[in-house]
C-alpha cells in the first residue's frame, strides 16, 4: 500500500509540461500524476505552447463532450485523428531547424500518434516521455494506481525560469519542455536545474 507523505509532490496531468512543472519534478523525490482530479479547462491538461516565428502558439489536443466535473481519467480525446497531424506539423514548421529536432521527433511522433483515447492516458504519456528524456531521477507515481487518500500538494520554491537560446529571434517564457530539449538536447536538464543559457 502507497501512502502520500511530506516530501510527496502532488500534480495535474499536463501536455508536455512547461520547464516550472518539471522543475519542481526535478525538485522533489517522489511526484505522483493527480489523474483523478476535476478537467480544467483553462489549464494545460490538454495543450501546450510551443515557440513560433511571431512569438509563441497552442497545441490543444480537441476533447469529446464532457460533463463538468468530469476526472481527467474520463476524458475522451476526439476520435477524429487530424490533430495529431497538425501537431506534428507545427512541431515540424516550428523546430526542424533546432539542433536536436532529428533526435526527438521518431519518439515524439510514435507518442502522439499513439492510439490512446483518453486524456490522461496520453498527457501521462508525455510527461513520463519527459521526465525520462531530461534524465530526472525523481520517481513519478499514477495516483489512481495508488490507494491514496488524503492527498495533500506539497509547496514548492520559488521558481525562477532560466532563459536560454530558442529557435526564433527573442525569447519567450512559459514554453512547453519540448522547446527547451529541441534547443539544448543532453544539457536541458542542467539549464532547468541551474540556470541560465545563453
Same mark, same amino acid.
Given at each position: &500500500?502507497?501512502?502520500?507523505?511530506?516530501?510527496? =509532490?502532488?500534480?495535474?496531468?499536463?501536455?508536455?509540461?512547461?520547464?516550472?512543472?518539471?522543475?519542481?519534478?526535478?525538485?522533489?523525490?517522489?511526484?505522483?500524476?493527480?489523474? =483523478?482530479?476535476?478537467?480544467?479547462?483553462?489549464?494545460?491538461?490538454?495543450?501546450?505552447?510551443?515557440?513560433?516565428?511571431?512569438?509563441?502558439?497552442?497545441?490543444?489536443?480537441?476533447?469529446?463532450?464532457?460533463? =463538468?466535473?468530469?476526472?481527467?481519467?474520463?476524458?475522451? =480525446?476526439?476520435?477524429?485523428?487530424?490533430?495529431?497531424?497538425?501537431?506534428?506539423?507545427?512541431?515540424?514548421?516550428?523546430?526542424?531547424?533546432?539542433?536536436?529536432? !532529428?533526435?526527438?521527433?521518431?519518439?515524439?511522433? !510514435?507518442?502522439?500518434?499513439?492510439?490512446? !483515447?483518453?486524456?490522461? !492516458?496520453?498527457?501521462?504519456?508525455? &510527461?513520463?516521455?519527459?521526465?525520462?528524456?531530461?534524465?530526472?531521477?525523481?520517481? &513519478?507515481?499514477?495516483?489512481?494506481?495508488?490507494?491514496?487518500?488524503?492527498?495533500?500538494?506539497?509547496?514548492?520554491?520559488?521558481?525562477?525560469?532560466?532563459?536560454?537560446?530558442?529557435?526564433?529571434?527573442?525569447?519567450?517564457?512559459? &514554453?512547453?519542455?519540448?522547446?527547451?530539449?529541441?534547443?539544448?538536447?543532453?544539457?536541458?536538464?542542467?539549464?532547468?536545474?541551474?540556470?541560465?543559457?545563453?
Amino acid at each position: &500500500m502507497s501512502t502520500s507523505t511530506d516530501a510527496d =509532490l502532488i500534480l495535474a496531468p499536463e501536455y508536455f509540461p512547461g520547464l516550472e512543472t518539471m522543475w519542481r519534478i526535478a525538485s522533489s523525490p517522489i511526484c505522483r500524476i493527480n489523474d =483523478l482530479k476535476q478537467y480544467s479547462r483553462q489549464s494545460f491538461e490538454n495543450r501546450c505552447r510551443v515557440r513560433n516565428p511571431d512569438g509563441w502558439q497552442w497545441l490543444t489536443i480537441p476533447l469529446q463532450k464532457l460533463s =463538468l466535473g468530469t476526472p481527467v481519467r474520463n476524458v475522451l =480525446l476526439e476520435a477524429n485523428p487530424g490533430w495529431r497531424k497538425r501537431h506534428l506539423k507545427g512541431l515540424r514548421y516550428n523546430y526542424s531547424t533546432s539542433p536536436y529536432y !532529428e533526435y526527438y521527433i521518431d519518439d515524439l511522433t !510514435e507518442l502522439i500518434d499513439s492510439p490512446s !483515447e483518453s486524456l490522461a !492516458e496520453l498527457t501521462i504519456a508525455s &510527461m513520463k516521455w519527459t521526465h525520462k528524456v531530461l534524465g530526472i531521477a525523481s520517481s &513519478m507515481h499514477i495516483l489512481s494506481d495508488s490507494h491514496e487518500v488524503d492527498v495533500t500538494h506539497c509547496a514548492s520554491e520559488l521558481y525562477h525560469h532560466p532563459v536560454y537560446r530558442q529557435n526564433f529571434k527573442g525569447f519567450f517564457t512559459g &514554453m512547453s519542455s519540448l522547446d527547451l530539449l529541441f534547443n539544448h538536447g543532453p544539457d536541458s536538464l542542467n539549464i532547468l536545474l541551474n540556470g541560465n543559457q545563453s
